[in-house]
Nanobody, 115 residues
Framework: VQLVESGGGLVQPGGSLRLSCAAS????????MSWYRQAPGTVRELVAF????????VYADSVKGRFTISRDNAKNTVDLEMNSLKPEDTAAYYC?????????WGQGTQVTVSS
């Protein structure tokens, strides 16, 4: 299983970024995919997840209405569109999938929101 995130960077408050996670090594369309984030000194928290067919999505209260998770089962990718970014969104963002009893994480991509 391999999860590779991309798209992080430095953005001003109010700006937008789109993160992408390229997945391989498993049957992507069969699994719920998630995005987590972790700021320094905090625990890793769930940002959003999307079910295998893309029909259901769930968001953390802190990002509802600003972030959108989507997936492309033909391309084996899951994206996180982030709008109206705030300084408190600054964190490393991780792609995640649980397969059976095993958790798989990407290496993370840094998002920094600062003026």
């Amino acid at each position: 299983v391999q999860l590779v995130e991309s798209g992080g960077g430095l953005v001003q408050p109010g700006g937008s970024l789109r993160l992408s996670c390229a997945a391989s090594g498993f049957t992507f369309s069969s699994y719920t995919m998630s995005w987590y984030r972790q700021a320094p000194g905090t625990v890793r928290e769930l940002v959003a997840f999307i079910t295998r067919g893309g029909g259901n999505t769930v968001y953390a209260d802190s990002v509802k209405g600003r972030f959108t998770i989507s997936r492309d089962n033909a391309k084996n990718t899951v994206d996180l569109e982030m709008n109206s970014l705030k300084p408190e969104d600054t964190a490393a963002y991780y792609c995640y999938v649980r397969i059976g009893s095993r958790s798989h994480w990407g290496q993370g991509t840094q998002v920094t929101v600062s003026s």
